[in-house]
């Protein structure tokens, strides 16, 4: 059975510029949260269930890892896929080292953005991504 909503993607990412691009490029075919700051992130993914959520490493107040080993430290929350979204450098390690389910490096298109949540979608065998055309 195909689900009937959109998929839940929740951003964290202190940039604005960056969470108004996001918005841009996947508010037509995804439902969004999109934050600037995870001080109450446990909060916000209760009340949302993303079915992916993008951390950025690089907060004034939070560092990015800490915020996913919080995260983790959930037991209902952590096999939720995280992406690590970031500029810095060794992404693809560190993304391995704190057990996400993947990374997108920064600058990023709207099409390796899309791609990515397709890919990790099927992954965790998300159905409602059928149900969207290809853009």
């Known amino acids: 059975m195909k689900a009937t909503t959109q998929p839940k ?3 964290c990412d202190d940039e604005i ?28 993914i209760s009340k949302f269930t993303p079915d992916i959520i993008f951390m950025d490493l690089w907060f004034s107040e939070e560092r990015g890892e800490d915020v996913i080993a919080l995260i983790k430290n959930y037991r209902q929350f952590n096999k939720l896929p995280i992406i690590l979204f970031s500029a810095r450098e060794n992404l693809e390690e560190l993304s391995k080292e704190l057990g996400v389910s993947g990374y997108l490096n920064k600058p990023f298109t709207g099409k390796e953005l899309h791609k990515k949540i397709e890919v990790t979608l099927n992954k965790f065998n998300y159905t409602a991504i059928d149900q969207y055309p290809e853009k």
């Open 9 to 11: 993607i929740l951003i």
């Open 17 to 44: 510029d960056i969470l108004d691009l996001c918005h841009t490029i996947l508010h037509a075919r995804y439902n969004l949260v999109l934050v600037n700051q995870c001080k109450k992130i446990i909060d916000t």
